[in-house]
């Protein structure tokens, strides 16, 4: 059986392929804003968040791929209580780095797995970050070097590539920074015998 990623992110992707997860890709499409919104108006905590729009995300291309197990993920990234989307453009992106700069924010992310229409697995992972308190040059010299390949990431960075240079401190699972609790993936997938126990 053949895993199917509900995700058009490449990160992911390149985890579980690096990890030896042969996968296919079916990318869900959901109104995360319009989620995101009105969980917020109802005071969800940010963990809840995550579940919820991974969940969504899962449901939707289980509903088309209901013969195989459909792994799907979401992350968001808080600070001081504000939950942060993706940057839309570089003009966001500058304002976000200079709102993080020096403090300290949490990734949470998380992986829903759906099998025939619901879900039967769930997991968020927490990390811990703290950016330094880096000087304009330097965010001047990153983003003219990498802002169009950032937007793509709920905190405007990327851990595995120059990014890491944004940070004096990070707790918690590498791969959950990258946007999937990956250990836990594979500890169901080995459960369930599609991954060699």
Request: aromatic share 6%.
């Amino acid at each position: 059986m053949t895993l199917i990623l509900a995700s058009g992110s490449a990160a992911r992707s390149t985890m579980l392929r690096n990890a030896g997860v042969s996968h296919e890709i079916d990318v869900s499409r959901i109104d995360e804003v319009s989620v995101k919104a009105a969980m917020l108006a109802e005071g969800a905590p940010p963990r809840d968040i995550a579940d919820k729009l991974a969940e969504l995300k899962g449901l939707r291309v289980s509903a088309r791929q209901s013969e195989r197990l459909v792994l799907s993920a979401d992350q968001v990234l808080v600070c001081d209580g504000r939950l942060y989307d993706k940057p839309r453009d570089a003009t966001e992106l500058r304002a976000q780095l200079e709102t993080l700069r020096g403090r300290a924010h949490e990734l949470l992310s998380a992986a829903v797995i759906c099998e025939a229409g619901r879900p039967v697995w769930r997991h968020v992972g927490r990390a811990q970050l703290v950016m330094r308190s880096f000087s304009d040059t330097f965010i001047e010299e990153y983003l003219s070097e990498n802002a169009e390949g950032l937007l793509d990431s709920v905190g405007g960075y990327k851990l595995e590539e120059k990014g890491a240079q944004l940070f004096s401190r990070v707790q918690g699972d590498y791969f959950t920074v990258l946007g999937l609790p990956l250990l836990e993936v594979l500890g169901f997938l080995r459960a369930r015998g599609y991954l060699t126990e």
